[in-house]
Nanobody
Framework: QVHLVETGGGLVQAGGSLRLSCAAS????????MAWFRQAPGKEREFVAV???????????GSVKGRFTISRDNAKNTENTVYLQMDSLKPEDTAVYHC???????????????WGQGTQVTVSS
C-alpha cells in the first residue's frame, strides 16, 4: 500500500513558476516508479512526467519538455518525495495535477496503481 499527498499548487501568472511536491509513504514505496499526471476540466487525464525508482531514468510529455523538471528524494525507504518544478508556465498548463505510483508501468495512466487526491494549478494569462 502506498499513500500519496500532493501540495504546492496555486494561482500563478503566465511565465511564472511553481513547485509541486508529492509525499509518498508506504513500506515498499522506494520500489515504485513515480509520475505526475494532470487533468483539465472536460479533458482526460494526461501524462506529464515520470521518474524511475532510482531516479536514473526520466521521461517527459512533449508539451512540458524543457519547462518542467521531475526529481525524487529517496532518503528514507518508507518515505519518498517526488517534485515537479514547473517553469515558464502557460495558461494551457491549468489543471489538477496528480501524483501516481506503479511497479509495472511507465507513461500509461492505466498501469498506475496508486493516486493522490491532486492539487490545483491555475495559470492566468
Amino acid at each position: 500500500q502506498v499513500h500519496l499527498v500532493e501540495t504546492g499548487g496555486g494561482l500563478v501568472q503566465a511565465g511564472g513558476s511553481l513547485r509541486l511536491s508529492c509525499a509518498a509513504s508506504g513500506r515498499t514505496v522506494s520500489t515504485y516508479t513515480m509520475a505526475w499526471f494532470r487533468q483539465a476540466p472536460g479533458k482526460e487525464r494526461e501524462f506529464v512526467a515520470v521518474i524511475s525508482r532510482s531516479g536514473g531514468r526520466i521521461y517527459y510529455a512533449g508539451s512540458v519538455k524543457g519547462r518542467f523538471t521531475i526529481s525524487r528524494d529517496n532518503a528514507k525507504n518508507t518515505e519518498n518525495t517526488v517534485y515537479l518544478q514547473m517553469d515558464s508556465l502557460k495558461p494551457e498548463d491549468t489543471a489538477v495535477y496528480h501524483c501516481a505510483a506503479t511497479r509495472t508501468g511507465w507513461s500509461s495512466v492505466d498501469l498506475y496503481d496508486y493516486w493522490g487526491q491532486g492539487t490545483q494549478v491555475t495559470v492566468s494569462s
